[in-house]
């Protein structure tokens, strides 16, 4: 594929497959076709969860509030999820199955205590920028094709904002899996549906 096109792997990590913290059904399933998707790719980006320990989508950091319920933060609404992708611990590391040499950015995310980062762009206030779009724009990077965990979350809340920022984006959907909370997963397909976010298989 030409240079101005790149995989974007979201969130493949221990805590998000089987036995992990926030595990997302069959999460390890899709680890070998985006193995053999990074041979496709001249540009290949990974992207990590990465919190630290008190951080404030942890239901852990609200008593009395159950994992999977919503919050209010300052930014908006928020789910509030078991702890998870903590700061260097294995949790957090990428799945011993996926490759990670052919990477050429790992772009960690959800690194401030008080904000969530859902999408590989912008912080849960859909303001801060995490780099990634200087990143692309800067090396003329124009088409994005996503992968990885959640489909529902972190893919879609990726996607969507790829396709704002005017990426042609396209996501692989069974390189996915979802954790479809409350209708999450049909609501974001239809989301990036009418985002024009490109779903294939
Ligand atoms: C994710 C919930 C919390 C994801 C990350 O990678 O989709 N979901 N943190
Ligand atoms: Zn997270």
Not at 90 to 112: I, M, N, S, W, Y
Not at 135 to 164: E, H, K, M, N, P
Not at 174 to 190: E, T, V
Request: hydrophobic letters at 45%; proline letters at 5%.
């Amino acid at each position: 594929m030409q240079d101005q096109e790149a995989l974007i792997v979201v969130d493949v990590q221990n805590d998000f497959c089987p036995g992990g913290a926030l595990a997302v059904a069959e999460g390890d399933l899709i680890i070998p076709r985006i193995n053999a998707l990074m041979d496709d790719f001249a540009t290949v980006i990974l992207t990590q969860d990465w919190h630290p320990a008190d951080h404030r989508s942890f239901a852990s950091q609200h008593p009395g509030q159950a994992p999977f319920s919503m919050t209010q933060m300052p930014y908006g609404p928020q789910v509030l999820w078991p702890d998870h992708c903590v700061q260097g611990t294995a949790g957090a590391a990428f799945h011993p199955d996926l490759q990670t040499e052919p990477a050429q950015l790992v772009l960690r995310k959800g690194f401030r205590a008080g904000i969530d980062s859902y999408s590989a762009f912008f912080e849960n206030d859909k303001t801060t920028p995490t780099g990634l779009e200087g990143y692309l724009r800067t090396r003329g990077i124009q088409r994005l094709t996503f992968v990885g965990l959640a489909l529902d979350f972190c893919v879609a809340y990726s996607a969507l904002d790829a396709a704002r920022l005017g990426f042609q984006a396209r996501v692989l959907e069974g390189a996915c899996r979802a954790i479809d909370l409350d209708g999450s997963l049909d609501a974001q397909r239809s989301a990036m549906q009418a985002a024009g976010v490109a779903m294939e298989n």
